[in-house]
């Protein structure tokens, strides 16, 4: 079982920056494959960036402006998040997978609570 907690959202203005990170549980994180999606109201759950061991892979809307990296040591993972858009506003998650990364939500099998990431006009 692994158990992820984000932390790090809140309100920042457009053209800011803020660093998510997601605490994990667990004695194997070293071999899952985490991820950030996010969603907004109405809107589906989105995929924002994966990495594994050796790879990492970004939602087509990111263009360079977000960095997901993980500290294994400390069992956590980071997504930081530049020049922030009012459409970037969302609810963003924190998930894990067994094995390889995934672009689909679906493949995840934890996921933390989500922290709420504000950007204002």
């Known amino acids: 079982q692994v158990q992820l907690v984000e932390s790090g959202g809140g309100l920042v203005q457009a053209g800011g920056s803020l660093r998510l990170a997601c605490a994990a549980s667990?004695?194997?994180?070293?071999?899952?494959?985490m991820a950030w999606f996010r969603q907004a109201p109405g809107k589906e759950r989105e995929f924002v960036a994966t990495i594994t061991w050796t790879t990492t892979n970004y939602g087509d809307f990111v263009k360079g402006r977000f960095t997901i990296s993980r500290d294994n040591a400390k069992n956590t993972v980071y997504l930081q998040m530049n020049s922030l858009k009012p459409e970037d506003t969302a609810v963003y998650y924190c998930?894990?997978?067994?094995?390889?990364?995934?672009?689909?939500?679906?493949?995840?099998?934890?996921w933390g609570q989500g922290t709420q990431v504000t950007v204002s006009s």
């Open positions: 998930a894990a997978k067994a094995s390889g990364y995934s672009r689909d939500y679906s493949a995840y099998q934890y």
């Open positions: 667990g004695r194997t994180f070293n071999s899952y494959a």
